[in-house]
């Protein structure tokens, strides 16, 4: 079976995972020469770059909160680019290269991450990964770009780290259901979720973001550990996986 499942593996490529619950994404473009009206996704890392970015994305609401933006904004892009990283991870056994240094994006109007740009392939996991397993994407990918949009917005890092945790555990849902799953293909990342430390020793920020809660009538109801403060723009309101029962006291900058 083991053999099997290489064989499978090594056939299939990322745009073919692109089936079942993720039919409806578009799969990374795969170039050498990104389009050029792609943008390096290093250019995140430059606040002014961020800000026009983040603006750009803010004009669709009413009133703006820029915590609030850039969380908004920022559920995007890790859906963007965990998606595909999970999907190349799970079924294909495949490490994508996503440091910012080498990714390029393509956005919408609106400034939102549609697609990633990719250079090549990435490189195919050894056997046994052990602890090591998606450190590079959180090292090299999602840890500078929630510390720019933490910077520039004034947001804690652990609300753009709970976005995260929150996307990156809705798609292993979605995964379960893929039709080229394996039992057990979401166990690995499942566990990364489940440790407090990363294995050299680190606070693990993906730790536990999501909890499933019993209700009175018998009904599970899955709900985030943290906030994701959109509230803070009035027309979105709460999420529906919210922890939060009354909604706190908004806070003026003005100091009025």
Same mark, same amino acid.
């Given at each position: 079976?083991?053999?099997?499942?290489?064989?499978?593996?090594?056939? +299939?490529?990322?745009?073919?995972?692109?089936?079942?619950?993720?039919?409806?994404?578009?799969?990374?473009?795969?170039? #050498?020469?990104?389009? @050029?009206? %792609?943008?390096?996704?290093?250019?995140?890392?430059?606040?002014? %770059?961020?800000?026009?970015?983040?603006?750009?994305?803010? +004009?669709?609401?009413?009133?703006?909160? #820029?915590?609030?933006?850039?969380?908004?904004? @920022? +559920?995007?892009?890790?859906? %963007?680019?965990?998606?595909?990283?999970?999907?190349?991870?799970?079924?294909?056994?495949?490490?994508?290269?996503?440091?910012?240094?080498?990714?390029?994006?393509?956005?919408?109007?609106?400034?939102?991450?549609?697609? /990633? &740009? /990719?250079?090549?392939?990435?490189?195919?996991?050894?056997?046994?990964?052990?602890?090591?397993?998606?450190?590079?994407?959180?090292?090299?990918?999602?840890?500078?770009? #929630?510390?720019?949009?933490?910077?520039? @917005?004034?947001? @804690?890092?652990?609300?753009?780290?709970?976005?995260?945790?929150?996307?990156?555990?809705?798609?292993?849902?979605?995964?379960?259901?893929?039709?080229?799953?394996?039992?057990? %293909?979401?166990?690995?990342?499942?566990?990364?979720?489940?440790?407090?430390?990363?294995?050299?020793?680190? !606070?693990?920020?993906?730790? !536990?973001?999501?909890?499933?809660?019993?209700?009175? *009538?018998?009904?599970?109801?899955?709900?985030?550990?943290?906030?994701?403060?959109?509230?803070? #723009?009035?027309? /979105? *309101?709460?999420?529906?996986? &919210?922890? /939060?029962?009354?909604?706190?006291?908004?806070?003026?900058?003005?100091?009025?």
């Amino acid at each position: 079976m083991a053999q099997d499942n290489s064989q499978r593996e090594s056939a +299939k490529t990322l745009a073919q995972c692109y089936t079942g619950p993720f039919a409806a994404a578009d799969p990374p473009a795969m170039t #050498i020469s990104p389009p @050029s009206e %792609a943008i390096p996704a290093a250019e995140l890392l430059d606040p002014h %770059a961020l800000a026009q970015l983040l603006g750009r994305f803010g +004009k669709g609401y009413a009133e703006q909160d #820029i915590r609030g933006v850039a969380s908004q904004w @920022s +559920k995007w892009y890790f859906a %963007a680019v965990l998606v595909p990283a999970l999907l190349a991870d799970l079924l294909l056994r495949r490490e994508l290269p996503l440091a910012l240094e080498r990714l390029f994006l393509l956005l919408t109007d609106d400034g939102r991450v549609e697609r /990633l &740009c /990719l250079g090549d392939t990435g490189r195919s996991l050894p056997g046994a990964v052990g602890g090591q397993r998606f450190i590079a994407l959180l090292d090299d990918n999602l840890a500078p770009l #929630i510390e720019a949009l933490s910077m520039l @917005s004034g947001a @804690s890092p652990r609300v753009f780290w709970s976005n995260a945790g929150n996307v990156f555990e809705n798609i292993l849902n979605q995964l379960e259901q893929h039709p080229d799953a394996d039992p057990g %293909a979401t166990e690995p990342a499942r566990h990364l979720l489940e440790r407090s430390c990363l294995t050299d020793g680190r !606070r693990n920020p993906l730790y !536990r973001p999501v909890r499933y809660v019993t209700q009175p *009538d018998g009904t599970t109801s899955r709900q985030r550990r943290l906030c994701c403060i959109r509230y803070l #723009i009035p027309e /979105l *309101d709460y999420c529906g996986n &919210c922890p /939060l029962t009354h909604r706190p006291a908004r806070v003026c900058r003005s100091g009025r």
